[in-house]
């Protein structure tokens, strides 16, 4: 059964043509604001030593922590400065081709909720706190804004071409779920990695997951699960390599694809460069509703 709630067929009342809606940021009540502020703090005990610099100095950046859940009015000037883009409030999930659009155009959706104080731990679906927090730093990078934008171009394209599942991920690999080699050893960028207090020491530590070099073909042909720690995480040398990887023509890239089978997610391959190759106990354990 779907965790999600804010998921709607058509824009719904209030939200223009393209999902958007005002943030309305008065409304918040104090819990919103303070569950915010607790989220906040907490990954910030755990963040220095495993995220990478670039995340942390997008925090920095933005001062997203000056009490309760940002203004978006306050941020996005700052944020625009830097790399041309914003961040706007969406209902909920938006369809395909309108969350295309908004990166292409340099706009980030956020969903303007925020999860109840009960659901700290885990929320499967998007809210403002794994949007903003966990997204919104790295578009301070102008080799990560640039990655993003053409992803939504290359969105579009792989809609019209019956690929998206495979573009969908790279994004999960990269976006959400990507490590990379910093100076220190790997950090975590991924958002659905800096945004999480467990799986922030799960994607580094725990001995379970591969961990494997990136590689653009290979990540498009891995399957992955949504409602769980990830069994491979997939490192980058750096943001301008996603880059650089990103703007080539996709086109050949989709022919070769069409013809592969998917991979699985715990396989190893012989071309594969391995950092970790992981026991995959905790998925052998049932995974985070094992006893």
């Given amino acids: ?19 958007t809606i005002p943030q309305d940021w008065s409304a918040y009540t104090d819990v919103e604001h303070r569950t915010w502020d607790t989220l906040y703090a907490r990954q910030m005990k755990i963040l220095p030593g495993r995220a990478a610099d670039v995340f942390l100095k997008g925090l920095t950046a933005l001062d997203l922590n000056t009490g309760g859940i940002p203004d978006f009015e306050t ?31 340099r706009r980030f959706p956020s969903g303007q909720f925020i999860r109840k104080p009960d659901q700290l731990d885990y929320l499967q679906e998007p809210d403002i706190f794994h949007d903003v927090f966990g997204h919104v730093p790295m578009l301070t990078d102008p080799d990560f804004a640039a990655y993003m934008e053409a992803y939504g171009k290359g969105g579009q394209r792989a809609a ?43 994607a580094l530590d725990d001995p379970s ?22 069994q491979v995480y997939f490192v980058i040398d750096d943001i301008e390599q996603l880059k650089l990887e990103t703007l080539q023509d996709f086109g050949p890239i989709y022919e070769r694809l069409k013809g592969a089978e998917a991979i699985a997610i715990d396989a190893i391959l012989p071309s594969d460069r391995v950092f970790t190759r ?10 985070r509703f094992a006893a």
Wanted: hydrophobic share 40%; with cysteine.
């Fill in 1 to 19: 059964m779907s965790d999600f709630e804010h998921v709607f067929e058509t824009p719904p009342e209030g939200a223009a043509a393209d999902w």
């Fill in 75 to 105: 941020m996005n000037p700052k944020l625009q400065a830097l790399t041309g883009w914003t961040v706007v409030c969406v209902p909920g999930l938006v369809p395909d081709e309108v969350f295309f659009d908004h990166l292409a155009n």
């Fill in 160 to 202: 019209s071409l019956g690929m998206l599942q495979n573009l969908a991920r790279l994004y999960w690999y990269t976006v959400e779920f990507g490590l990379m080699q910093d100076e220190g050893g790997l950090r975590i960028y991924g958002a659905g990695i800096v945004s999480s207090a467990t799986e922030s020491v799960f």
């Fill in 209 to 230: 997951p591969n961990r494997l070099g990136f590689d653009l073909e290979r990540v498009m042909r891995t399957l992955y699960r949504i409602d769980d720690f990830q």
């Fill in 278 to 287: 992981g026991t995959q106990a905790y998925a052998a354990k049932g995974g």
